[in-house]
C-alpha cells in the first residue's frame, strides 16, 4: 500500500505537468502529434515510476487505414500500457465528463481525443456521429466495450455502442487483448505491484456489408469479444 501512495505523490503531479505541457504544445502544432508525443513520453515514465514493462504483438495486423481499438479493461494501467506501446498514432473516445475536469480535460479536447455523451438518446446519437465523422477524417480511436474495468480478470459483457460506431464510420475494428495489467493494480485496492503487460493485436474485424444494422452491429460484437478471449489469460 505504501508503495501505491508514492507512487501517486509523483504521478499525480506529473500527470498536472504533462496535461499543461501537451495542452501549450497544441498552441503550435494542430496536428495532435506532437501531443501524441507528450501523452506517450507520460505514459512511459509512468510505466517506468511503477516498475512496469510492456510487449506488444500483432503490430501486422494494423491496416494502412483509420481503425477502432476495442481492448479488454483490467485496469487503470491499461491506458497507460496503450499510450506507450501502440505503433500508431491513437485518440481516446471517453465519456463527455472527462473533458469537464480542469487542466486534464482541455488537454484532451485540444490533443483531438474525442467525447462521447452518453445521457438523452439525442444528444447520445449527435456525438456518435460527430465521432464517426472524426475516425473517417483519419483518427484511430480506442475504447473498451466493456465500459468499466472487470474485477476478476474475465471479459464484462460488451456495450452496442462502440460497435455502432464501428457501423457509421465504416472502418475495421482491431480486437485488443490485455494480460497483466490486472496484477499490477487489482481491482479495488490500494496496491501496486511490478510485472508485466502483454499487448496483442488480432486481425481486423471488418463491417459486414450483407446483413441489416441490427445483425451487423451483433456480428462484430460476437467476433471482437471471441478474438479478446482466444488470448485471455486467466
Given at each position: 500500500?505504501?508503495?501505491?501512495?508514492?507512487?501517486?505523490?509523483?504521478?499525480?503531479?506529473?500527470?498536472?505537468l504533462f496535461s499543461v505541457s501537451a495542452f501549450v504544445s497544441t498552441l503550435f502544432d494542430g496536428s495532435g502529434r506532437l501531443y501524441a508525443r507528450h501523452a506517450r513520453l507520460w505514459a512511459r515514465l509512468s510505466l517506468g515510476l511503477a516498475g512496469v514493462r510492456v510487449t506488444i504483438s500483432g503490430a501486422e495486423n494494423i491496416p494502412d487505414k483509420p481503425v477502432i481499438f476495442m481492448s479488454n479493461h483490467?485496469?487503470?494501467?491499461?491506458?497507460?500500457?496503450?499510450?506507450?506501446?501502440?505503433?500508431?498514432?491513437?485518440?481516446?473516445?471517453?465519456k463527455k465528463e472527462l473533458f469537464e475536469i480542469p487542466f486534464f480535460g482541455p488537454s484532451m479536447k485540444r490533443g483531438g481525443y474525442i467525447p462521447l455523451d452518453r445521457g438523452d438518446g439525442r444528444k447520445a446519437l449527435q456525438s456518435m456521429d460527430e465521432a464517426a465523422a472524426a475516425i473517417r477524417q483519419g483518427k484511430s480511436v480506442v475504447m473498451f466495450p466493456e465500459g468499466t474495468r472487470t474485477e476478476d480478470g474475465s471479459?464484462?459483457?460488451f456495450k452496442r455502442g462502440g460497435f455502432i460506431l464501428a457501423r457509421k464510420a465504416a472502418?475495421?475494428?482491431i480486437p485488443v487483448t490485455i494480460n497483466g495489467s490486472?496484477?499490477?493494480?487489482?481491482?479495488?485496492?490500494?496496491?501496486?505491484?511490478?510485472?508485466?503487460?502483454?499487448?496483442?493485436?488480432?486481425?481486423?474485424?471488418?463491417?459486414p456489408g450483407d446483413l441489416r444494422r441490427s445483425e451487423a452491429e451483433g456480428w462484430m460484437m460476437d467476433s471482437v469479444r471471441d478474438s479478446i478471449e482466444s488470448a485471455l489469460e486467466h
Amino acid at each position: 500500500m505504501l508503495r501505491a501512495y508514492l507512487y501517486l505523490a509523483i504521478f499525480i503531479p506529473l500527470t498536472f505537468l504533462f496535461s499543461v505541457s501537451a495542452f501549450v504544445s497544441t498552441l503550435f502544432d494542430g496536428s495532435g502529434r506532437l501531443y501524441a508525443r507528450h501523452a506517450r513520453l507520460w505514459a512511459r515514465l509512468s510505466l517506468g515510476l511503477a516498475g512496469v514493462r510492456v510487449t506488444i504483438s500483432g503490430a501486422e495486423n494494423i491496416p494502412d487505414k483509420p481503425v477502432i481499438f476495442m481492448s479488454n479493461h483490467q485496469s487503470s494501467f491499461d491506458i497507460l500500457a496503450l499510450l506507450a506501446a501502440m505503433p500508431r498514432q491513437i485518440h481516446w473516445i471517453a465519456k463527455k465528463e472527462l473533458f469537464e475536469i480542469p487542466f486534464f480535460g482541455p488537454s484532451m479536447k485540444r490533443g483531438g481525443y474525442i467525447p462521447l455523451d452518453r445521457g438523452d438518446g439525442r444528444k447520445a446519437l449527435q456525438s456518435m456521429d460527430e465521432a464517426a465523422a472524426a475516425i473517417r477524417q483519419g483518427k484511430s480511436v480506442v475504447m473498451f466495450p466493456e465500459g468499466t474495468r472487470t474485477e476478476d480478470g474475465s471479459l464484462l459483457p460488451f456495450k452496442r455502442g462502440g460497435f455502432i460506431l464501428a457501423r457509421k464510420a465504416a472502418v475495421p475494428v482491431i480486437p485488443v487483448t490485455i494480460n497483466g495489467s490486472g496484477r499490477i493494480n487489482p481491482a479495488n485496492q490500494i496496491r501496486l505491484y511490478s510485472g508485466d503487460i502483454r499487448i496483442i493485436l488480432h486481425p481486423p474485424v471488418n463491417v459486414p456489408g450483407d446483413l441489416r444494422r441490427s445483425e451487423a452491429e451483433g456480428w462484430m460484437m460476437d467476433s471482437v469479444r471471441d478474438s479478446i478471449e482466444s488470448a485471455l489469460e486467466h
